[in-house]
């Protein structure tokens, strides 16, 4: 059979539809959204070449109509965990050794196949069981996890492609072994791209995967499975399993060929995960990869030489998108005092414009957020907002879970900058503003360093290029992704590789080779033409 050292086509980003009035992807998608709003559809676990019904089932309801029932998933019992952990192990040693242009076109055809047929599946998939608005569900479940796709390829080969020097005589060479064992991906609802993304990596580099998508995320995350299948990811390279999380992390983290975690989700659930992984490590064939993105407190910062209008509309986008529920979301912001008054106009005259409602009816920018258990959490601190002396709400603060779970979005001006939702991560609609004084710009941005735990994503406005030097340095540990000038939101991946460290992740940055390099196992091979046969070195001459 011929060989050769094959180049991958050269990644490019896909191009995000507009889905302006009169369309033709405006009227497609709303025909498929209507098509799987007025059905329902039973998700099976996926082991190997089974699809698993268990009949303990749980339903699947949009956000926005949260008593309307458009499906629902089966849940997995321990021994389901145990087989799609052997079935993973048992796919491996064909998997891994299938040369990597194979892996690579199979998840190239994943991306056009998301590019074209499954664009409106993933994207009104995503609208329901997540209430993304069109342009929300856009720029992730289409654009975002094809670009993963076909940039990792382009990676995958650039990393195969680096190679060591060889001296004379000799030729040494890295191969990038897939790690020995299987890969746990836990994906969270807020991304229907990174829930593809997290399995897919992993993957790519030969591993094989056991996954568990976020119980708000199984609709979108079964268009994933159908893609992956279709593009002929083998049985048993990814297997899908849902139901309790502490059960399944338990018992994977109990396998001896445990290899490594990619996952995304809270602070607290990772911090636990790693602590289990230390009490579990004497029992682990190697030592695991631990990959993680988790919690975010993102800032915005203007400076008194800012521009009014620049940092409101960086407010209203990075704060209100998707409901606040991006890992980036801005949810903390510090104006100066001589910009201020003017700047929060502007941003109550956008809240005020905002309409609210179902994804269906795309005039509205706001959605519902994922369940009533955050619905709840963020009335109790807008309510504790409310009655606090150092909090006052200027715009929103109502909400209503009658049909959907809406919270209108809300602005808390506070005079304390240590206000517990200048510290907390919400993750929704919120976003609290402190006013500092035009003098005071230096220890404010002290103040930003040493207010949250986190370091997800951070923006500094300002005209005055001293003024950015100086954030740029003092706030170098704060953020993983920093902005100049632009709201904290909107990595696009190949461009603006993604993560933060602290209490915010392990900053493996996803979308970048960095990534990949998390999941394989360099071996280094030095193979000598012509071997030694005295083992007496010239400086032992008389």
């Given amino acids: 059979m011929g060989k050769g050292f094959f180049q991958v086509p050269v990644a490019i980003n896909e191009p995000v539809k507009s889905y302006a009035s009169g369309s033709p992807e405006r009227a497609s998608v709303l025909e498929q959204y209507k098509a799987f709003y007025n059905s329902t559809v039973e998700i099976p676990m996926y082991i190997g070449a089974e699809e698993i019904k268990t009949g303990n089932t749980a339903n699947i309801t949009p956000p926005h109509d949260h008593q309307h029932v458009v499906g629902l998933y089966h849940l997995a019992e321990k021994s389901h965990i145990e087989k799609a952990i052997a079935t993973s192990l048992e796919a491996k040693t064909k998997w891994a050794a299938m040369p990597w242009e194979q892996r690579a076109a199979i998840f190239l055809k994943a991306a056009e196949l998301i590019s074209g047929p499954y664009r409106d599946k993933m994207n009104a998939a995503t609208m329901i069981a997540q209430s993304k608005n069109i342009y929300q569900a856009e720029i992730d479940s289409a654009c975002e996890i094809i670009d993963f796709l076909r940039f990792n390829v382009e990676y995958m080969s650039e990393i195969y492609e680096d190679q060591p020097a060889s001296d004379k005589g000799i030729w040494n060479r890295v191969e990038h072994r897939p790690l020995e064992g299987f890969v ?101 064939r190697t030592y695991p990869r631990i990959v993680g993105e988790t919690g975010g407190k993102d800032f915005i910062i203007a400076h008194p030489s800012s521009i009014e209008k620049q940092v409101a509309t960086a407010i209203s986008r990075g704060a209100f998108e998707f409901q606040g529920q991006k890992c980036s979301a801005a949810s903390r912001v510090y104006l100066p005092k001589s910009k201020a008054e003017t700047i929060l106009n502007y941003v109550k005259e956008d809240v005020a414009s905002f309409k609210i409602g179902s994804p269906e009816d795309m005039s509205n920018f706001i959605t519902a957020v994922i369940h009533e258990g955050s619905f709840d959490k963020l009335a109790k601190y807008i309510d504790q907002a409310k009655a606090d002396a150092d909090a006052e709400i200027i715009a929103g603060g109502n909400y209503d879970k009658s049909k959907g779970y809406f919270i209108e979005p809300t602005v808390i001006l506070t005079t304390n900058p240590k206000y517990t939702t200048m510290e907390t991560e919400l993750f929704g609609p919120v976003v609290t503003i402190y006013v500092y004084e035009d003098e005071k710009w230096a220890d404010t941005l002290k103040l930003v360093d040493e207010t949250s735990e986190y370091a997800l994503t951070g923006a500094v406005f300002s005209q005055d290029r001293y003024a950015l030097t100086e954030a740029t340095q003092v706030l170098e540990n704060a953020a993983g992704n920093f902005y100049l000038n632009d709201k904290p939101t909107g990595a696009v991946v190949g461009q603006q590789p993604f993560g933060g460290a602290r209490a915010s992740g392990t900053n493996d940055k996803a979308g970048s080779a960095i990534n990949l390099l998390r999941w394989v196992s360099p071996r280094l091979i030095k193979e000598t033409f012509v071997s030694p046969i005295d083992y007496r070195y010239p400086f032992l001459g008389e």
């Fill in 184 to 284: 746990y991906a836990v994906t969270p609802f807020n991304f229907t791209a990174i829930a593809g993304n997290l399995p897919a990596s992993a993957a790519m580099m030969g591993n094989v995967v056991v996954w568990k998508p976020s119980d708000s995320q199984v609709y979108s995350a079964k268009v994933i499975v159908d893609v992956f299948k279709e593009a002929g990811v083998p049985d048993g390279v990814i297997n899908v399993v849902y139901g309790d999380p502490a059960m399944i992390t338990d018992t994977v983290l109990a396998s001896p060929d445990f290899a490594g975690i990619h996952f995304t989700g809270s602070t607290n659930v990772f911090k636990n995960i790693w602590s289990k992984i230390g009490a579990n490590i004497h029992n682990y």
